[in-house]
């Protein structure tokens, strides 16, 4: 079983719609959960820590459900500007090293 | 100002030679951590840097690798002979410690690539 699983896409979305991606994880020690978003050939970014109670941050909302190892993330209202591939990340080990899976890509068009 | 600065942004260099990618994170960062990503595939941890010497590393990092951190603030990865495998983004982050809420900050990357 993979680290970490995402659904790889592409998701197709017009303007204005709402898209939700999901991750599942293996390592039931993991303590810390991102979702990062990366723009072709550039760096990860944060987008959001996730946490066990949800968190949201204006159109984006995560979510961690911890006895499935499920991590999700929902974007209302989508903007051209969202497209890119968001990486589902868990951190592992004493040292925090950062485990990421291949990444959703979403493609917003007008 | 970036958390993590890399230089050079794109470095293309002969099999077989060797390449250092520096990386220079803000001073309170007390954890470094090299990863790569081969073109289409996903980031990959390499290396991780803690207290002037290797913490954990992955499969990868084999003896053609080294990291350093000579002088308390440039952070460098070494490849000692590079292979035509070795060509990908090169990552540096930094992660100031539990208080940070385990976040790391990524420095732009630097391309490699062996021809």
């Known amino acids: 079983r993979k680290e970490v699983e995402q659904d790889p896409g592409p998701f197709n979305v017009p303007e204005g719609a709402t898209v939700a991606f999901n991750c599942t994880y293996s390592?039931?020690?993991?303590?810390?959960f991102f979702w990062y978003r990366q723009d072709c050939r550039k760096e990860p970014k944060l987008l959001m820590s996730v946490y066990s109670s949800g968190n949201e941050d204006g159109r984006f909302t995560a979510q961690l459900n911890r006895a499935s190892q499920y991590i999700s993330l929902l974007i209302r209202d989508s903007k051209l500007s969202d497209s890119a591939t968001y990486l589902c990340?868990?951190?592992?080990?004493?040292?925090?090293?950062?485990?990421f899976g291949a990444g959703t890509r979403l493609a917003v068009h007008p | 100002e970036p958390e993590v600065t890399q230089t050079p942004s794109h470095q293309v260099t002969q099999m077989g030679q060797e390449v250092i990618l520096r990386c220079v994170p803000i001073?309170?960062?007390?954890?470094f951590y090299w990863y790569r990503q081969i073109l289409g595939q996903k980031v990959e941890f390499l290396v991780s840097?803690?207290?002037?010497?290797?913490?954990?590393k992955s499969e990868i990092f084999d003896d053609q690798f080294s990291v350093e951190r000579p002088d308390g603030s440039n952070f460098t990865l070494k490849i000692r002979s590079t292979k035509l495998e070795d060509s990908a983004m090169y990552f540096c982050a930094g992660y100031r410690g539990r208080q940070a809420k385990n976040i790391q900050y990524f420095g732009a990357g630097t391309r490699l690539s062996v021809l």
């Open positions: 990340v868990v951190n592992s080990g004493g040292y925090n090293k950062l485990i």
């Open positions: 001073s309170n960062h007390l954890y």
């Open positions: 840097f803690y207290n002037n010497e290797i913490s954990e």
């Open positions: 390592n039931s020690a993991s303590q810390s």
